[in-house]
């Protein structure tokens, strides 16, 4: 059974920061393709980071330089470090395994001044 928990999550002001983790349990972690999606109030799910098995990273151009993914394949985990986090930034954020089907319940980003 694949299990996807998300954590991190919290409300901070324009200019901060926060550190997203989700541990992964139930499939080989280490030879999937990991990614970051966020979905805010009304608007569609998007990716905004992934991470390929050998570590190359990709970054959606509303998050680029602000952003950064990592994983620790040891511990089945995926990071997502924001700084300068922006009012549009806001939104419920998950991590997924890209080939695969499933989603865990997210994790809530509130950027408010």
């Known amino acids: 059974q694949v299990r996807i928990v998300e954590s991190g999550g919290g409300e901070v002001q324009p200019g901060g920061s926060l550190r997203l983790s989700c541990t992964v349990s139930?499939?080989?972690?280490?030879?999937?393709?990991m990614g970051w999606y966020r979905q805010a109030p009304g608007k569609e799910r998007e990716l905004v980071a992934g991470?390929?098995?050998?570590?190359?990273?990709n970054y959606a151009d509303s998050v680029k330089g602000r952003f950064t993914i990592s994983r620790d394949n040891a511990w089945n985990r995926l990071l997502l470090q924001m700084n300068s986090l922006k009012l549009e930034d806001a939104a419920v954020y998950y991590c997924?395994?890209?080939?695969?089907?499933?989603w865990g319940r997210g994790t809530q980003v509130t950027v408010s001044s």
């Open positions: 991470i390929l098995s050998n570590g190359t990273k």
């Open positions: 997924k395994a890209i080939t695969l089907p499933y």
């Open positions: 139930g499939i080989n972690f280490k030879i999937y393709q």
